[in-house]
């Protein structure tokens, strides 16, 4: 499996940010897919997954401002980031959970004025 992320950038607080993450590989399709982010000395953190059936999950920090999306017959998964807040500034990374985790490179995500 190959993940190809892209969307991130410079965005001023409370603007928004569509990230978008594109995998490889016909098991996808059953997979949970999701979006996990790390910010500068902290640990890498779940912002949201969503698996095979639909099933959301979001991380305490991106509930309520951040929708995550899935198309099945391109193998995408979409985060729309809304609200944004300087401390959502991180390195967001795409996985793809099979029999093992997959991660994409990461696309740096700056809030800031």
């Known amino acids: 499996v190959q993940l190809q992320a892209s969307g991130g950038g410079l965005v001023q607080p409370g603007g928004s940010l569509r990230l978008s993450c594109v995998a490889s590989?016909?098991?996808?399709?059953?997979?949970?897919m999701g979006w996990h982010r790390q910010a500068p000395g902290k640990q890498r953190e779940l912002v949201a997954e969503i698996a095979g059936t639909g099933r959301t999950v979001y991380g305490t920090s991106a509930e309520g401002r951040f929708t995550i999306t899935r198309d099945y017959a391109k193998n995408t998964v979409s985060l729309q980031m809304n609200s944004l807040k300087p401390e959502d500034t991180a390195v967001y990374y795409c996985?793809?959970?099979?029999?093992?985790?997959?991660w994409g490179q990461g696309t740096l995500v700056t809030v800031s004025s």
């Open positions: 996985i793809v959970k099979l029999a093992r985790d997959y």
């Open positions: 590989g016909s098991a996808v399709r059953i997979a949970v």
